[in-house]
């Protein structure tokens, strides 16, 4: 049965007042960031209150699911990092609490604000998402004189093409100015260019007024379903300065919503099942249909009988038929128009592929859009409980409250997450990346960090040790650690001379017979190495009874024997023989090629290095000898 205790209860109360402050200041942070975006579309557009008030709720209630992971992190860095500060943790530990009991509590509130983050992503997040998108659409739509693009034709207005080759911000002046204005009646059917312009929108928003300068008007008379094209009559008009009046509702009105229908962020997870299902058949109906079409066009495979076939064999045998012979014996006029015909065939049946192309790669696109959000929504809830688990054994370990290192701690690990999650993203959904792997990315980085975070926690091991990192990444890469001996102020025991001088002789003899057996110059046995493993035990005695010697000797008073004892290398007494302590890895190393020649070459490595390290050796035991045999 599980019991609520009261130090369940005292973590729990610190951890949510501080997860409701941080939850709000990190939904402020994300709307502050989105709002940065559609902050030009927004300006000058003239939007009454309770349509900002609209905008600003559900662009808070699209957010909620990607701020409850960020505030998880930073409530747990800050309560355990102020539980570390005020000793409160080790007296915790002091009474037999483990870790994870502490965290038992707070395991249960990340459990739940998991399922609270899915449920929000998948009932109201996708009708916010919705609604924004919807909102945005709109606002672009009211004010068309701030949304005019350089370079491309606008449609935005009703029975215009509005084509402008430059637009000056700060007026709102534009120019190069061209103009289909195109309706039913033949008024209204004409081709206006102007140098320069001005658009703007009338004090009842219900009419745009366009000021043109210096341009020209052409003007058809009657419409283009009557007569010959060629004989329509035509007005031209040149002018300094016109204004033409056009029909806008600068009012704010809602698109419909059925033009978002693709719009998968939109849609809830049986929607978004609903969607692939539907996308999936018609554009695989689509693509057969293009196949089809195909084989029968470009690979087409006339049905003929064995027999026929037989025969066909039979003739291209007795009789050759050679393209070129054939190419060339035709007219000049006949091989141009053979080629034109090829040519304008090939071209053809290009486009016609192009075409088809991009309508099938824009359903793919749909189908991957959608499978990734349904993926998104299982990802980001999971998010929560691996966030918690990294934040917490953080907070214990770096053993700071407040507001200063939490935040820094917290920022640099969602940046870590923000970047694999949006890079996975849009990899997979430009169909770069699998949908599995792109989505897979942040999960497969998060999670092992917060499995090491979580056991150097509860083990009270030194993380952030940087002596022992380096010590690591020495050991690593075989690089050497450097002996040192300092002399003693107080000596207690004078060192044995005599019987150091006696084992330092003994030691190089040692030496010289292991050098001469064991052949460290040449390559390691590859099957001994990795599969048939054997310690050498020699170079272990040789190395214990030279540390003895130098242990006794470090209590001289002499400082030239201090400096000949800093001259002796620490031994590798295993490297040269194996990668690694157990016999399982070995085998695992020597079986993967590119990882056991690496391990290999290494050893190789090691066995050189042992074989100086022992010529070293002997030659610093001969200096000790000659100083020891000076001092008598």
């Given amino acids: 049965m599980l019991r609520i205790k009261k130090l369940d209860i005292f973590i729990l109360r610190q951890f949510s007042l501080l997860f409701a402050g941080t939850f709000f200041i990190s939904l402020f942070v994300l709307m502050m960031q989105f709002l940065w975006r559609f902050v030009d579309e927004l300006i000058g557009k003239g939007l009454t209150l309770d349509v900002m008030g609209e905008f600003f709720w559900y662009m808070a209630l699209m957010f909620v699911p990607q701020a409850l992971p960020l505030a998880l992190l930073l409530s747990a860095l800050i309560t355990f990092g102020n539980l570390g500060e005020s000793s409160e943790l080790t007296a915790i530990k002091a009474a037999g609490i483990s870790l994870m009991q502490t965290f038992r509590s707070l395991i249960a509130f990340s459990v739940v604000t998991t399922i609270v983050s899915f449920v929000f992503q998948n009932n109201i997040a996708p009708m916010a998402n919705q609604k924004i998108a919807q909102l945005l659409i709109s606002v672009k739509q009211k004010s068309p004189e701030l949304e005019i693009p350089e370079g491309i034709f606008y449609n935005g207005i009703p029975n215009c093409n509005l084509y402008v080759q430059k637009k000056d911000m ?31 929108s009338t004090a009842e928003k219900k009419h745009l007024l366009l000021t043109l300068w210096s341009g020209e008007w052409f003007e058809n008379m009657q419409t283009q379903s009557f007569g010959d094209a060629a004989s329509i009559p035509y007005r031209r008009e040149t002018f300094t300065a ?49 196949m089809d079409y195909a084989r029968m066009a470009y690979y087409r495979q ?22 070129d012979t054939l190419y060339s014996r035709l007219p000049e006029e006949a091989r141009r128009s053979v080629v034109n015909v090829a040519l304008a065939t090939v071209q053809s049946a290009r486009r016609d592929l192009e075409f088809k192309q991009m309508i099938t790669s824009d359903g793919d696109w749909l189908i991957r ?61 430009g169909g770069m990346w699998t949908i599995r792997f792109g989505m897979g990315l ?25 002596d022992l990192w380096r010590e690591l990444a020495m050991r690593a890469f075989g690089l050497r650690i450097k002996r040192h001996v300092y002399p003693k102020e107080v000596i207690i025991d004078e060192p044995r001379y005599r019987e150091d001088t006696a ?129 008598k």
């Fill in 442 to 466: 942040a999960p497969a980085v998060l999670i092992p960090t917060a499995i090491f975070f979580t056991y150097k926690a509860s083990n009270d091991s030194m993380v952030f040790n940087m």
């Fill in 503 to 631: 084992e330092l002789a003994r030691i190089s003899k040692d030496i010289l017979n292991y050098s001469r057996q064991h052949r460290l110059r040449t390559a390691p046995n590859v099957i001994n190495v990795f599969f048939r493993y054997a310690p050498d035990h020699d170079i272990e005695r040789i190395s214990e009874r030279l540390e003895a010697v130098i242990d006794d000797l470090s209590n001289t008073r002499d400082r030239q024997i201090i400096v000949e004892l800093n001259n002796y290398p620490y031994l590798a007494v295993k490297a040269h023989t194996r990668p690694f302590e157990r016999k399982w890895l070995n085998i695992a190393a020597g079986v993967f090629l590119p990882t056991g020649v690496f391990f290999y070459i290494r050893m190789w490595r090691f066995r050189l290095r042992l074989l100086k390290d022992l010529r070293d050796i002997r030659q610093t035991n001969a200096n000790l000898m000659s100083r020891i045999d000076k001092m």
């Fill in 302 to 323: 006339d049905s003929i009988t064995p027999a026929l076939r037989r025969r066909v064999a039979a003739e291209e045998r007795r009789q050759v038929m050679n393209i």
């Fill in 170 to 200: 700060k007026t709102g002046r534009l120019y190069g100015i061209m103009i289909y204005r195109m309706t039913g009646s033949y008024e209204d059917q004409a081709i206006i260019l102007a140098d320069s312009g001005m658009l703007q």
């Fill in 369 to 429: 859009v959608h499978k990734l959000e349904s993926i998104k929504k299982f990802s980001l809830a999971l998010s929560c409980l691996i966030f918690f688990f990294i934040g917490a054994p953080l907070g214990t370990i770096i053993r700071k409250g407040g507001l200063g290192i939490p935040i820094i701690v917290s920022v640099l690990v969602y940046i870590v997450f923000y970047i694999l999650d949006n890079t996975g993203y849009k990899m997979a959904r």
């Fill in 242 to 290: 016109k204004r033409i009046v056009l029909d806008f509702d600068g009012d704010f009105n809602l698109t419909d919503a059925a033009n978002l229908s693709n719009n998968a962020k939109g849609k809830s997870l049986a929607d978004l099942r609903r969607g692939i299902d539907s996308l999936s058949l018609h554009y695989d109906s689509v693509g057969a249909d293009y």
